[in-house]
């Protein structure tokens, strides 16, 4: 697994690499399959309080997660924006939980 961090528009502290290297590292655990994932942080330039954006993007087989959120600090947006995506995870087990008891035994017996 891959991880990529990057900032538009500003210089990326090494504070605040970390702490997404270390929020991110728990998607290893989560979902066993993930092949890359791509942390962007960027300055919202309309003047408001809330102008700090968190972008990840999780590559996984099939088709992959997203979350954008938007906030007043880098870390809350991180932090939401990981929550974000462990609630997609979940819901993407359910999903396969769901499709796997649906195959008929026959398929089953012959795999």
Do not use: W
Not at 12 to 20: H, M, R
Not at 48 to 61: D, F, H, Q, S, Y
């Amino acid at each position: 697994m891959k991880i990529n961090i990057q900032s538009v528009g500003f210089r990326l502290k090494q504070q605040l690499s970390a702490l997404a290297q270390k929020k991110v590292e728990k998607f290893k655990r989560l979902c066993g399959d993930v092949i890359r994932i791509d942390v962007q942080f960027k300055l919202d330039g309309a003047g408001t309080v809330e102008n700090k954006l968190c972008g990840i993007r999780l590559v996984i087989p099939g088709y992959d997660l997203l979350s954008h959120i938007k906030s007043n600090s880098f870390e809350e947006a991180i932090a939401k924006a990981v929550e974000a995506l462990e609630r997609q995870i979940e819901k993407r087990k359910k999903k396969m939980r769901k499709q796997a008891i649906k195959q008929p035994a026959y398929l089953l017996a012959l795999a």
